[in-house]
């Protein structure tokens, strides 16, 4: 393989002697060729990942993150041009790489063996119509393996190292046989079983499950501490990075603005950037307040304890039709709540317990199986589309993905006035134009926005136009399915924020389904705990998250990272010793 140019192989690099970097990445600039001209990424960016060392890269949507990890392996697409330098010291202990400089074959002997990369999408990665035994063995016959009994056995091993269970059995699974955190494993797994020194993951938690985010971060300590390999991960919790991260480089477009220990970021952060990102953190127990432009507090005209029901469920079931002679599936096992209006009811749970599905329910584009459930004063077990077709304009919804909601063919101004349309309010969305500039401006989206179309906008700015398509008809009652897991934490603050200021001023009834405790937290009146399909606890916010009396809860609670090192390491330690 190609080895480093003769410069630097000496000396110190932030403190660290040079013989235990592992990576290093030395005025990096990486640029993408585009219709509109070149757009620069990467803005001479440099760290170093020390040997047995996590190093944390955080910072919002666009900041280079995911292109400077990529660029680590060369897994950049042909329109990237990249200058610089990054240097990768094999773990056989023979002179740094000069990755920049490798060919096409190098690059395929060093991915891999040298550095491996953990994907933000296991189902993206995994290939549907191979089993994961055949996946996982795919990596060591690239690279020269080829016993059929030492592959498999190989395969299994790892699997059992990172914690899949029967993996003499489950080696002949298929992704879809696998849960989403279980994916997630197995795509570390992929990424270990050349035993490389470095390994880079790219958002490997987003969306998960607090408890499956907690088993996915003690895995990559487990990576660290009995593989010996270094890990660079990229993400934007900033709980996350207290929880796991030794070392923190802090990137905002393009540029490493600060760079550090992890209590050093933490604690004395130098740059405003890095204050407003921890700032904007949920943190539990401290709730939300909204202010008007006077800076007076925004208060509920009316107290919602008074207030009429709008949702009522008694012994709720909803269950899937088995197919091939299976038995059904019941998602929702014989529950019992209410929502009033003006109130907003937290849904929480992990995946799988029931959460959408109750959600789905309630909108009507799930069927009841049976029990009791009253929307806006309709039964929907056995209710007829024509009888409930006038409540449906009294629903809003908020999904989880705007961009998989909104119709990528037409403008922002059309998805928002598509509801106005089909429910007869206006004739063509031109008519509607006025009333959905409004609407954008009242979820604090620039009119301007109107004529654009749903990848031209960020994140944050498609969830705030769906807000705006879910209240375009007043409605009554709002249901948001997880509407800010995969948000940034700063875009994450500002769309909980304005979400309170509009369900204050407009008073609707609020199901909120989320599986991050500290985010209902600032939300919500009341909490509801969803386990398997059933109830597991029921009341005041307060009482929830301060004083809860289920272990599931408990479990819930004590897997959610909190941003402080120290403290995260407190619970972190408890948690393992009740376990």
């Known amino acids: 393989m190609t080895t480093m140019a003769t410069r630097g192989q000496t000396g110190r690099q932030n403190g660290v002697a040079q013989e235990n970097i592992m990576a290093r990445v030395d005025d990096l600039n990486v640029s993408f060729i585009t219709d509109a001209g070149s757009i620069k990424a990467v803005d001479h960016v440099s760290f170093t990942i020390p040997d047995h060392t996590i190093v944390g890269v955080v910072g919002e949507s666009g900041s280079g993150k995911s292109v400077t990890a990529r660029s680590i392996i060369k897994l950049l697409p042909q329109t990237a041009t990249t200058s610089g330098a990054i240097y ?16 096409a074959d190098e690059l395929r002997q060093m991915r891999g063996r040298e550095a491996a990369m953990v994907f933000q999408e296991p189902g993206a990665v995994l290939n549907p119509v191979y089993t994961i035994g055949w996946q996982i063995e795919e990596g060591l016959r690239a690279h020269g393996e080829h016993d059929k ?19 003499e059995t489950r080696v002949d699974y298929y992704p879809h046989q696998f849960s989403g955190g279980q994916k997630q494993r197995i795509v570390i797994a992929m990424a270990l079983v050349l035993n490389p020194g470095l390994i880079l993951a790219d958002e490997p938690t987003t969306a998960l499950d607090v408890t499956v985010q907690a088993e996915i971060l003690d895995l990559l300590r487990l990576a660290r501490d009995e593989f010996g390999a270094s890990v660079l991960i990229i993400t934007h919790n900033m709980g996350v990075i207290a929880d796991i991260a030794d070392q923190v480089v802090v990137m905002y477009r393009g540029h490493v603005i600060e760079q550090g220990d992890v209590e050093q970021i933490f604690y004395h952060p130098a740059q405003e950037y890095t204050r407003r990102l921890l700032a904007s953190v949920p943190r539990l127990g401290h709730g939300l307040e909204v202010r008007d432009h006077d800076g007076r507090p925004i208060e509920r005209a009316v107290d919602w304890h008074t207030q009429p029901i709008v949702v009522e469920a008694k012994n709720l079931r909803v269950a899937y039709p088995g197919h091939l002679m299976q038995p059904d599936f019941v998602a929702v096992d014989g529950i019992d709540f209410t929502i009033r209006s003006s109130e907003v009811l937290g849904l929480v749970g992990e995946s799988g317990s029931g959460k959408s599905t109750t959600g789905r329910a309630i909108a009507g584009l799930q069927r009841v199986s049976s029990g009791s459930l009253k929307v806006l004063g309709v039964e929907m077990n056995g209710v007829r589309e024509r009888d409930f077709k006038s409540r449906r304009e009294q629903i809003g919804f908020v999904f989880q993905d705007p961009g998989s909601s909104f119709d990528p063919l037409m403008t922002i101004e059309e998805n928002v006035a598509e509801p106005l349309l089909v429910s007869g309010k206006y004739p063509t969305a031109m008519d509607a134009r006025e009333y959905v500039g409004d609407l954008l401006e009242m979820v604090q989206l620039p009119r301007v926005y109107m004529n654009r179309f749903p990848h ?18 007043k409605p009554k009652l709002l249901i948001a399915d997880e509407p800010t897991s995969a948000l940034d934490v700063s875009v994450q603050a500002k769309v909980l924020r304005l979400f309170k200021q509009l369900q204050v001023e407009i008073g609707f009834a609020c199901l909120f389904i989320t599986h991050d405790l500290a985010v209902v937290d600032m939300l919500a009146d009341r909490i509801m705990v969803m386990h398997n399909g059933r109830i597991a606890e029921h009341g005041d916010a307060r009482q929830i998250i301060h004083d809860p009396q289920d272990p599931y809860t408990k479990r819930l609670l004590d897997s959610l990272p909190v941003p402080d090192p120290r403290e995260q390491k407190a619970r972190r330690l408890a948690r393992l010793e009740r376990s």
């Open 88 to 103: 990768l010291r094999p773990r056989n202990g023979t002179e740094e790489l000069d990755v920049l400089s490798l060919s």
């Open 149 to 167: 009994k030492r592959l498999r056995q190989k395969a299994i091993d790892i699997l059992r190292k990172v914690g899949i269970p029967e993996p």
């Open 456 to 473: 031209e906008l960020s994140g944050g700015q498609r969830q705030r136009a769906s807000l705006a398509r879910a209240l375009a008809l």
